[in-house]
Every structure is written in structure tokens, then in C-alpha cells.
């Protein structure tokens, strides 16, 4: 069981806080006051819950933990017992609360967010009851909105897609529905998405491909010139304990006890929460189940969990631009490759690296070595906070995890694509020599197209810890010493790293 913050509406703290985002929070007060007009409040009084709902949230937001912090797993984990915790903030009944969800009994829980909780005490004593009630209303009404009239939802994309992101058209709403759908039915839908589309073959050579690139990381750790023997025989235990998941679970969610009705849309979406939560409950106070997947078959991406030392990769992924049966070795190394690269770099990333390989909490550092480490990561944030698009700089503290996940992926997929025949025999396609090939496949997964404001919010108080897709493409590559020899590319053009400037961490 864990306790976590929560309760803004707005993407991060910073946009209730900072001077320069005032616009936004005028934009925001509108918005909340025409939902409540149109859930029948009349003008004036819609215009007061929304000025009580906007200062709850402020004070929320002011004692909210900074997403920079939440970085460091160490700040997130507070074991209490569940008398301490209804000590540190006596104003809320715990008990009647987790009765409430349905929890069974336990004894402790880690209170991952120790301050905001106790924080919290403060705020609820402070506010109004009425602003309470309000602010309860608004949470029902802003995470219905999607479900409910067509003027409801319009209002909610206008304001949290077109005004916030520069969005201009709604999604239709049959892609709306289908992706609910696909959220609280996951695995129903993973089922039939798997039967067409996933084949033995595949998952055949994904495996090899992350045997291979296991084996490339080991190397690499072995050879690090900065890292003690210690260190490094930890460091590698810790990889050849992760666990690799491809393709879909071995076993299906049950949905029987989940009925769907053609009645109501909203009913059958509010049934799905309650089936969700309680499974979830159901998972209180039993063993860790590491069959459980985190990611549906049908999700492009990938995922490492910390907490389970382990990798997941969706049948999904498994298709163009990132994997392609067809394709020769460099393509598939310099995409699907750095992709299950930088997964397993994210149990070495500046985060990753204080769980060992069971997935506990548990430093497995020297001192020295990870001082080491840090200097190395330092260099790291400092390129990235160098890098602009559109006038904004990366926040290079908030992508760390990421940006040494890329990097690190790069360089594994790039050693582990040298063991091939294919890069030993050197062979040019299409006038491009293996090394290009595999950097061009780097580059084309990262091909997207963006909106100017929507960039701007990912770079500066998005929830999204990545950098932006250019980024991740170009300064990555900027670190890569194999990528200036592939393509020749001299001092002083725009991508160029002075050698003794570049990022080298894994
Ligand atoms: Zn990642």
C-alpha cells in the first residue's frame, strides 16, 4: 500500500505557482466555472466555486513535492505504521477512509508523499467546508467530463488540450471511446490484438536480441574505467537478474465479474474503475506477484520497473519503425535495439541504481563510485540544460534518468550490433555503410511532429520526464564519438561536442 500526492488538475505545480503561468490559472478559473454552469450551477456562483476550487488547489500545489524530488526513490519512501500515520494528520479518519475503498486490514504502509500528507492536516483545517464540498465536485465533473455530453467534453478539450497544448481538434469521439476501451478492457482487446498481429517468430528473436544486448552491457560494465571491481561484479549480478517480459502475459485478466451493458457509457466506465480498484485491493498485503504486467500487449513503449528489476516489452513494439523482421541488422539494432538498451540502463540510471536486483531499496554503491557517478551524470544534465528548441532550454535535473537511459542504450545497441556478421562484414545498402544505417534507424524513431505550444509545456512542467523527441534524437548522438566518425562530421558544425565535453556514463 502507498500513499501518493495527488489532486491538482493542472499538469504541475509550477503553473499554480509561478508568476509567468498566470495567464493559464485565468484560463483555468473560466474553465472550471463554465463545467459548473454546465452541470447547472447559475453564472455568479459557478464563478465563486471556481475561485474556492483554484485556491484549494494552490495551496495543494505549494505543498506539493517538486517532481525534481520525486526523482530520488529515497524521498519516497516513509514505512509507517497506520497509527503513525493518522498521528501525523489527526483532522483525517484514516480508518473510515480505507474502509471506504474497500481496503482489507493492515498493518503499515509506506506514506510515499510523508510531507504533503502531513501537510495536508493544515490545508483541510484551514479550508472552508463548502470550498471542500466544491473542490469534491469539481474532481467529479473535470474526470467525467470525457464521458459525459458532447458540451462537457468539447469545454474539457478546449481547455485542457487546445488552451494548455494548442491542440485544435478534438479527437473524434469514436478514438476516444476506443482507447477507454482499451484501457479498462486491456487485456480482452490484448488477447485479439495478439492473435493477429504477434507471431512466435517474433518474440523468437526479440529474446536473442535482449540475450545480445545483455551481454553487450556486461562487457561494457567490465571495461568501465571509472567503476571499482566491487561495484562492477554488483553491477552485473544486478543485470543478469533482470527479469524480461516480451509480448503479453501468460496469463488473461478475468472480466467476468465486470459487466458492460449497451445502456450507459458512463456507467459502464465508472463499473470498469470499481472492477480495477478492486483488484488492486485485492493485492494488499499478498506477495509481490511478478507475473503482473504493467504495460497491455497492444501499448507501443517499454518499461523497466525498479521495483522488480525488470524489463517489458509489448507486442506492440514489436513493429516498425522499431522492429522489422525484413529489415538487416543496423536498422534493427539502432532502433529496437537502443530501445531494450536504454530499458535496461534505466536499472543503472540515477534512480534505478539505488534498488538492487531484487528490486528493493538497498545501496549497492561505494562511496567513491558513486561520486563517480554523479560527476558523470552532472556532465550530462549540463549538455541537456545547454540544449534549446523553440527558445526553451531541457530541463537537464528533470530528463536525467532518460537522457542516460538513451545514451546508454545507444552505446550498448552500438556494441551489441558490432558482435553481428552483418557489422563485421561492412557491407554498404543503398550507398550507406553499417554505422549509418544504424545511427539513421536511431534517428528515425524519433521522427514526430509537435506543436510549438505543446513543446514548450513538455519542456517546462509537463508530468513527461523525457526530453522531447528532438533532443533525444540529436543529443544522444552528440555523445556518440562512433557517430562523428560515421558521418565525418567536423568541429563546429551544429551538433558538434567538444570530445572532452561528451557524456559518457555507461
Ligand atoms: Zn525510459
Known sequence: MVLFQDGLSLPDRSLYLAEETKEIRDLYMEHIAKMFQLTGTDASLATQKAQRVLALETELATISMPMEEMLDPNNLYHMKSRGELQASIPVFNWDKYFDAIGAPAFDSLNVASSDFITA???????????????????????????????????????????????????TPRWRRVLSRTSNYLDDAIGQLYVEKYFSAEAKERMLSLVENLRMALGERIKNLDWMSDDTKAKAIHKLECINVKIGYPDKWTDYSSYEVTPESYFQNVRRAIQFENARDMALIGKPVDRDEWSLTPQTVNGRYTPAKNEILFPAALLQPPFFNTDADDAINYGAIGQAIGHEMIHGFDNSGRMFDEKGNLNNWWSEDDDAKFTERAKQLVKLFNEFELCGNPINGERTLDENIAD???????????????????????????????????????????????????????????????????????????????????????????APKERAAIW
Open 120 to 170: 495536508m492536516g493544515g490545508v483541510i483545517q484551514g479550508t472552508d467546508l463548502n470550498a471542500i464540498k466544491d473542490y469534491l465536485k469539481w474532481k467529479v465533473i473535470t474526470n467525467s467530463a470525457q464521458l459525459l455530453s458532447d458540451d462537457l467534453a468539447f469545454e474539457d478539450f478546449n481547455f485542457f488540450r487546445k488552451q494548455l497544448y494548442g491542440v485544435e481538434t478534438q
Open 407 to 497: 545514451l546508454g542504450g545507444l552505446n550498448v545497441a552500438w556494441d551489441a550490433y558490432q558482435m553481428t556478421d552483418e557489422a563485421k562484414a561492412g557491407k554498404c545498402i543503398d550507398g550507406f555503410t553499417p554505422a549509418q544505417r544504424f545511427f539513421i534507424s536511431y534517428a528515425t524513431v524519433w521522427r514526430c511532429n509537435i506543436l510549438d505550444k505543446a513543446l514548450e509545456r513538455q519542456i517546462k512542467d509537463d508530468e513527461d520526464m523525457h526530453s522531447p523527441h528532438e533532443a533525444r534524437a540529436n543529443r544522444a548522438l552528440g555523445s556518440m564519438t562512433h557517430f562523428y566518425e560515421a558521418f565525418d562530421i567536423p568541429e563546429g558544425s551544429k551538433m558538434y561536442i
